[in-house]
């Protein structure tokens, strides 16, 4: 086998981790749904204590991408792949922990039916998670119309946002008794606002990777 063939060889593998981490932070997302929709808080629970499996693959893959420069001194088309990727474990691992985060909402949440008490949060997790997972397909196959519709569906994610912003503050007046749990649902919805956003990081990264340009500056 070649140098080259070797290099080759590793980067498939850096992409097929990156889709397994990609799988695991988008099974954080279901299961901080599930729990929410629920109000299992064992599900909840073990989502938290399951975060470790995405910073622990961060790691590796931090590791894997560190060698490959280290060791087989890329062409400026493969800097740019490599450290694209370190970029993007860096979002995904991020979307792990927001999703951490929002499990640790659910754990302290009291009232009953908190997740059908806001009618578009189910629907801003759901395009959320497609926007993750297409955003990592993006860059995986060198996508760049994908990226560009994951980014698109991002203003969808910012209208639902604005949209609970509005439910919640005609929630609050009558149901003062309940502010702590009507704040808490602000703030899944702000988490899954902000998973929709690293999903946009993602696609800009799969575009720095394709033609070397972040925000339309060349950079390699």
């Known amino acids: 086998m070649t140098a080259r063939q070797a290099f080759v060889t590793e980067l498939e593998q850096l992409h097929t981790d990156l889709i397994k981490m990609g799988a695991l932070v988008e099974q954080s997302i279901d299961n901080a749904v599930l729990a929410f929709k629920t109000q299992d808080k064992k599900i909840a629970k073990e989502t938290i204590d399951n975060d470790r499996l995405v910073n622990d693959m961060e790691k590796s893959i931090e590791a894997r991408c560190l060698s490959l420069i280290l060791r087989q001194q890329p062409v400026a088309t493969d800097l740019r792949n490599i450290s694209s990727a370190l970029k993007i474990v860096t979002d995904m691992e991020r979307i792990g922990d927001q999703s951490a985060d929002i499990c640790d909402l659910i754990m302290r949440i009291e009232v009953k039916h908190a997740y059908n008490t806001i009618d578009h949060i189910p629907n801003m ?92 500056t060349k950079l390699i």
Request: hydrophobic share 45%.
């Open 125 to 216: 997790a759901k395009i959320a998670k497609s926007m993750v997972h297409d955003a990592i397909y993006a860059f995986i196959n060198q996508d760049l119309d994908l990226a560009s519709d994951v980014a698109k569906r991002d203003d969808e994610v910012d209208a639902l946002f604005d949209a609970i912003k509005k439910d919640l503050s005609s929630l609050i007046q009558p149901n003062s008794e309940i502010l702590d749990d009507l704040i808490d649902l602000l703030m899944i919805a702000k988490y899954l606002e902000r998973i929709g956003d690293h999903a946009v990081n993602i696609c800009e990264w799969a575009e720095f990777s394709r033609t070397g340009l972040l925000n339309d």
